[in-house]
């Protein structure tokens, strides 16, 4: 996202927790004549959201798009998730932080009566799948703060948008202890690649809407998950819970 950003001119704020990756990221980026400022902050922590909106006013004055990205899924039976590092912290990060730092970047935007906030929800934030529960939680957590803010503050110019991807081939995976007897995941030939997930993205910088939905298709899939919440029910235990659970 802010290697397709950068190449397009935008001048960016990069913000995670570990910095050598950014600065990384910043330097490949100002090597092909962009412009994008490393900042450390932990998107958990109130202190350090304010933080970050701070050195970005300080350092370009204005803010023009907030891309509210930074989330993890732990992605096991309930029962198995600690209630303290799996389940607050995924509360934390996905659904707080997010809420913290739109709320941060608010008072800038109105003044200026401009501004686009992208929140990342996921297809988990529309239909919830077991093992998904918390991560469920979070993302239609996500996606009704997104839709009541959008309406707060069109008033004012600013365009508030969510995002909701299937699976995405990114480092997600890797911390989201997913653990299935019958090896039952989503085919590689089914998933996004970052890169897709970031043009889909930039396109909705230059024309922004409500939602959008990726692959688009997938706005059918959860039509029919809202029709027919019964069916939707029994198919899951049947080819899923069944195979995976002692019962
Ligand atoms: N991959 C998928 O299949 C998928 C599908 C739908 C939606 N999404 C959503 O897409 C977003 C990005 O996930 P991804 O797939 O790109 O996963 P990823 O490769 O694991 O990237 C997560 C990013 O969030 C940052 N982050 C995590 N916790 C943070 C914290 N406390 N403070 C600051 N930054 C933090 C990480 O950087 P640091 O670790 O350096 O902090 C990293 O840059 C998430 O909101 C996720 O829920 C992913």
């Known amino acids: 996202m802010a290697r397709r950003f950068g190449q397009a001119g935008y001048r960016l704020v990069l913000a995670a927790r570990r910095f050598d990756r950014l600065s990384a990221l910043a330097d490949e980026i100002g090597a092909q004549g962009g412009e994008a400022l490393p900042v450390s902050a932990d998107l958990s922590q109130l202190s350090d959201i304010q933080r970050l909106v701070q050195v970005t006013l300080d350092h370009y004055h204005q803010i023009d798009i907030l891309f509210n990205n930074a989330g993890f899924g732990r992605l096991d039976w309930l029962e198995g998730l600690d209630p303290l590092v799996d389940v607050q912290a995924q509360i934390q990060v996905n659904l707080l932080g997010l809420i913290w730092t739109a709320q941060a970047v608010l008072p800038p935007m109105i003044e200026r009566r401009s501004g686009h906030i992208i929140n990342v929800g996921s297809l988990a934030g529309w239909i919830a799948s077991p093992t998904y529960s918390i991560y469920a939680a979070t993302k239609f957590g996500v996606r009704g703060f997104t839709d009541s ?99």
């Open 149 to 247: 803010l959008r309406r707060e503050v069109s008033v004012y110019g600013i365009h508030v948008s969510g995002i909701y991807p299937g699976s995405v081939d990114t480092e997600f995976r890797a911390h989201a202890r997913i653990r299935r007897k019958t090896g039952m995941i989503t085919p590689k030939r089914m998933r996004l690649t970052a890169e897709q997930v970031a043009q889909a993205v930039f396109q909705l910088a230059q024309h922004p809407r409500r939602v959008v939905f990726l692959p688009g298709y997938m706005r059918w899939v959860v039509a029919l998950n809202g029709l027919f919440p019964g069916l939707v029910d029994w198919v899951v235990r049947k080819r899923f819970v069944e195979r995976e659970r002692e019962h």
